[in-house]
C-alpha cells in the first residue's frame, strides 16, 4: 500500500505509548481494505472465507507509528538497484565491536536479514567457521 492512500490520517498519531483513535473514516478505509483482500484470496481460493474468524490490519501509519520508519515503509528505507552502494550501510562501525544488522542493513525482508545475520556471524567468527562446524 502506498502512503498516498493513508495521507489523509497523516497528522493522527497511535501507539501503546499514547494511544489515540483515529478517525472512523480511517477505520472504514481499513475495512474496506481487508475486504478488498480477502475478495483477492477468495478468487483463488473461495472456501478460505468461511474460514476467517477474525481480520486486523495495518497500514503504514501503524509501521510510521510503531517502527518510526520513514512513511510507513514496511521494508525500512528504499533500496536502490541501480546503485547499491549509495544505500546498503556496512555491517562494520568504527566503534570497536558494534556492529550492525537487521532490514536496514544490506538487503531488507526476511530473507535480506537471514543472509545480513550470517554474513555478519561469518565477520565476527570468521570467514570459514560455518563451513568448519558443517564437517
Not at 11 to 34: H, I, M, V
Not at 52 to 81: N, Q
Not at 114 to 131: H, K, P, V
Request: aromatic letters at 12%.
Amino acid at each position: 500500500m502506498n502512503f498516498s492512500e493513508v495521507e489523509a490520517w497523516e497528522a493522527s498519531q497511535n501507539t501503546a505509548a499514547k494511544p489515540s483513535e483515529r478517525p472512523g473514516n480511517y477505520r472504514d478505509f481499513k475495512a474496506r481494505k481487508s475486504a478488498e483482500i480477502i475478495d483477492l484470496v477468495c478468487k483463488k481460493f473461495p472456501e478460505i472465507r468461511a474460514a476467517v474468524k477474525s481480520v486486523y490490519a495495518s497500514s503504514p501509519l501503524s509501521y510510521r507509528d510503531y517502527i518510526g520508519t520513514d512513511s510507513g515503509a514496511m521494508y525500512a528505507y528504499e533500496h536502490s538497484s541501480e546503485n547499491p552502494l549509495q544505500t546498503v550501510f556496512s555491517q562494520k562501525t568504527s566503534v570497536p565491536n558494534l556492529y550492525l544488522t537487521g532490514q536496514s542493513v544490506n538487503m531488507h525482508g526476511i530473507l535480506g536479514v537471514t543472509i545480513g545475520a550470517f554474513s555478519l556471524c561469518r565477520e565476527i567468527l570468521g570467514y570459514n567457521f560455518l563451513n568448519e562446524e558443517r564437517q
